[in-house]
């Protein structure tokens, strides 16, 4: 594969380091193998986490002026080269073209937002309760971090760590998703060609991921974990941080609902739904899992999202004007279309003409008469399937809402403001979109509640993941 910005080592301490065997990177499109990279040794991981040590040393000492000005260079060097980032991403993860240019600008927009937090790691002056003691309260980078990261989104659920972390002034040492090493190696390139420091970003390549978590999180020296993917790894891992007590981040499986109230405006309803279902073929973790529709307007809100769900073009995210790409891999596909059979069986209707796709692909499905016992009103889909049920009153709608054991995102659509903050409020969910299908925005706090997860990233919270408060006593007497 010939390509911009294409690297196959592990980068650890600023160099690139050759491992021990290969595994392949291959794009979904067509199940071709685009290159090969080299596998870490656990003694490279050792070796990142000397350089990480290291380089948080050292960056514990520079200034966060010093730290934003590495950050607006990385974010500029990513922009420049937004193109061939896109290109990289189309090729290993598979999702429109369109579609990866926006998320390199969405995951560099991260970056920005956190060069300029990095200036405000306020503190605090707390006044004492005796005529002696000065209290204050600083913020300090946590230490060396470690992240492992998903495929689903190759640049932006990297920066959104990285960043805060480095305006932190934390060192990072991450494992990518096996199945899209090649986004995170330029990023990393293009961090040191900004002028982060050797060491404060490590890339490790694996496809044995549960034995480099293992090392990672059994490690003395890192001090953070931050993880994005599935609950049942999430769980894994936590078990994992518990012997060094390590700090967490969180960011897990959701089954978002979406309901439609009476007073919606339909059309916008089915605009926002189309949106958010069918980004990235379905597979974010906030993608509407669940479409909960008042009685009275299901018929007129399924006749509009059958429209535009038949107007939905899937192909080659290279090809002009394709909405849906293949899934990320057949096992994903296998996935999908058995919970798509399991529903029919259990008597859901399915709205829409739908060929079946060779590869990876799958067409866009719309299923009613849908109900909360089914499989795929249970799990996340993953893929491009939109699945319809009704009630028939705000309680009901809400109950099944959150009748679930996630909590990342939620959307409802209403025009009956009283209405707006009861719901609002009653969802139990990290996140509500309210008229709205897509809700992710680097100046905002992105995260779940129950097996959705831990913490938050973006917004100025996400600053505060890296960050340790540390209280100072002074006594003037
Ligand atoms: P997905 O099903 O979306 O790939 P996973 O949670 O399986 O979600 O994967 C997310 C990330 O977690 C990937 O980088 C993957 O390599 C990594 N991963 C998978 N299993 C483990 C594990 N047991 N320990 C550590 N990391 C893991």
């Not at 959104?160 to 090493?181: D, M, N, W």
């Not at 002028?195 to 003395?220: P, T, Y």
């Not at 339909?266 to 605009?271: E, G, I, N």
Request: glycine share 8%; with cysteine; net charge negative.
């Amino acid at each position: 594969m010939s390509t911009a910005l294409l690297f196959t080592q592990s980068f650890i301490d600023g160099q690139w380091l050759k491992g021990e065997g290969e595994f392949d990177v291959i794009n979904p499109a067509d199940n071709s193998v685009l290159t090969s990279v080299s596998r870490v040794t656990a003694a490279q991981v050792e070796q990142a986490i000397g350089a990480a040590e290291r380089a948080f040393i050292s960056l514990k000492n520079t200034s966060c002026e010093h730290r934003a000005q590495v950050l607006e260079r990385w974010y500029d060097l990513v922009m420049a080269n937004q193109q061939a980032l896109a290109e990289l991403m189309t090729k290993e993860q598979g999702k429109p073209l369109a579609e990866a240019l926006g998320e390199v600008k969405y995951g560099a927009d991260y970056i920005k937002w956190y060069a300029e937090q990095a200036r405000r790691s306020y503190g605090e002056l707390i006044p004492a309760s005796n005529d002696k003691h000065r209290i204050s309260v600083i913020k300090q980078g946590i230490g060396v971090v470690a992240g492992i990261t998903p495929w689903n989104f190759p640049i932006a659920m990297i920066t959104r760590k990285v960043a805060p972390a480095y305006a932190a002034g934390c060192s990072f040492i991450l494992k990518p998703s096996e199945h899209t090493p090649l986004s995170a190696l330029a990023l990393a390139h293009l961090a040191h060609e900004a002028g982060f420091e050797a060491g404060a970003f490590n890339v490790l390549l694996s496809d044995r991921a549960k034995e480099v978590g293992e090392q990672l999180c059994a490690s003395e020296v890192v001090r953070k974990f931050t993880f994005t993917g599935s609950t049942a790894v999430g769980r894994q891992l936590l078990a994992q941080c518990a012997p060094t007590i390590k700090r967490t981040s969180m960011e897990l499986g959701g089954n978002a609902p979406l309901l439609v109230f009476a007073s919606a405006d339909l059309d916008k309803a089915a605009d926002g739904i189309i949106a958010s279902k069918f980004r990235n073929a379905g597979q974010t973790c906030v993608c509407v899992n669940r479409v909960l529709v008042d009685e009275r307007v299901a018929e007129a809100l399924t006749a509009k999202l059958a429209e535009r769900v038949q107007a939905l073009r899937v192909g080659d995210g290279f090809s002009a004007g394709v909405d849906i790409g293949p899934l990320i891999y057949p096992g994903a596909k296998d996935k999908v279309l058995q919970l798509v059979e399991d529903a029919l069986e259990q008597g859901a209707k399915q709205v829409n003409q739908a060929a079946s796709l060779d590869g990876n692909y799958v067409a866009p499905l719309l299923l009613t008469n849908v109900n909360a016992e089914m499989r795929i009103s249970q799990e996340e889909i993953f893929g491009p399937v939109l699945t319809v049920a009704t009630f028939s009153d705000e309680a009901e709608a809400i109950a099944q809402a959150n009748a679930v054991p996630y909590g990342l995102a939620a959307y409802f659509y209403s025009q009956d403001i009283s209405q707006i903050y009861r719901v609002g409020e009653a969802l139990e969910y990290g996140m509500v979109g309210i008229n709205e299908g897509l809700i992710s925005n680097p100046v905002a706090p992105f995260g779940g509640v129950k097996q959705s997860g831990l913490g938050r990233e973006g917004g100025h919270q996400g600053l505060d993941e890296y960050l340790e408060e540390k209280y100072l006593c002074l006594n003037i007497g």
